[in-house]
C-alpha cells in the first residue's frame, strides 16, 4: 500500500484519495441509532492508473530505477565503479550534447549526491536521462520495476471495505 501511495503521490493524485477515504471511512458517533445498527461498512473501489500520454510516467520509471540502483551502490559501494567506468567510456566518446549533464554526474559519484539526481526538479530528470546509474541494475530489478510501471498505467484497484462493528 505504501508504495501505491508513493506512486500516487508522484502522479498528483494521492490528495483525492484522501478526500474518498474521509467520506467512505467516517466513524459513526456511539450515542445515535446509527451506532447500534449492524450493516455493511461503504465500499470504496479505486481505479488509479496514470495517463501514459504524459512524461511523468516515464520520469516516474526512471526515479524508480535510479532509486533502486542508489540502493544497490549503498548496499555495495563495488557498483559505484562500475557506474563510473561507464560514465568515464561516455565522457570519452566527446558527445556534446550530454557532456554537461555527464560531468555532473561525475561529480555526483564522486561525492555521492544522490538527492541531486532524485529529486522532482527538471535538472534531477535531465541527470536521469543521462545517467550511468542503471549500468548497476541487474536484468531482473530493471525488469520488476518496469513491469510495476506497466502496471501503473493499466490501473492498480484499491478497495476499501469493511463491515460496522457493533
Sequence with gaps: ???YLKVMSAVGIVGDLALLADGVMQTVKSNTAAAGASRDAPLARIIVSADA???RIQDLQSLALHEAAVRRVRADPALLHQA?????KW???GDQRSA???LEWKDILENRKWRKALGRTHRAQEL???SPMTAVLPPEVR???LQEVRE???GVVLEIAGRASQ
Design 1 to 3: 500500500m505504501g508504495t
Design 128 to 130: 536521469r536521462q543521462a
Design 143 to 145: 525488469k520488476r520495476v
Design 91 to 93: 565522457l570519452d566518446a
Design 84 to 88: 563510473q567506468a561507464v560514465l568515464q
Design 152 to 154: 501503473l498505467k493499466e
Design 100 to 102: 554537461s549533464l555527464w
Design 53 to 55: 500520454s504524459r512524461h
